[in-house]
């Protein structure tokens, strides 16, 4: 099976800058919708970015501007570059990928995606 596996997390200070990456392994992601999701104590998971196999990107209004989502297909790599961070990004950052399309596939809200990673968090301070 496919394995997706994020990295790049920490804590910065507002204004900072992070660079998430997200790893997959049992398959490539030329052909996969892409999306980078994140969840907040006591908020429902929302979409950030994605990135449709077209190469079309998207952004949530809260990060457009800030935050730049791109793909390294030798690689296998999708990142999250993250510029002038707010405590408001506070939250853990989830990749995903989307294959196979089942009924209901939504990347804009994450719903049927095929594969999901851990996660990782990322802290900003004021």
């Known amino acids: 099976g496919g394995q997706l596996v994020e990295s790049g997390g920490g804590s910065v200070q507002t204004g900072g800058s992070l660079r998430l990456a997200c790893t997959a392994s049992?398959?490539?992601?030329?052909?996969?919708?892409l999306g980078w999701y994140r969840q907040a104590p006591g908020n429902e998971c929302e979409m950030v970015s994605t990135?449709?196999?077209?190469?079309?990107?998207h952004y949530a209004d809260s990060v457009k501007g800030r935050f730049t989502i791109s793909l390294d297909n030798a690689k296998r790599t999708v990142y999250l570059q993250m510029n002038s961070l707010k405590p408001e990004d506070t939250a853990m950052y989830y990749c995903?990928?989307?294959?196979?399309?089942?009924?209901?596939?939504?990347?804009?809200?994450?719903?049927?995606?095929?594969?999901w990673g851990k996660g990782t968090l990322v802290t900003i301070s004021s």
């Open positions: 990135l449709t196999d077209a190469g079309t990107p």
């Open positions: 995903a990928a989307g294959l196979y399309y089942p009924a209901g596939y939504d990347p804009l809200v994450g719903d049927g995606m095929d594969y």
């Open positions: 049992g398959f490539t992601l030329d052909r996969a919708d």
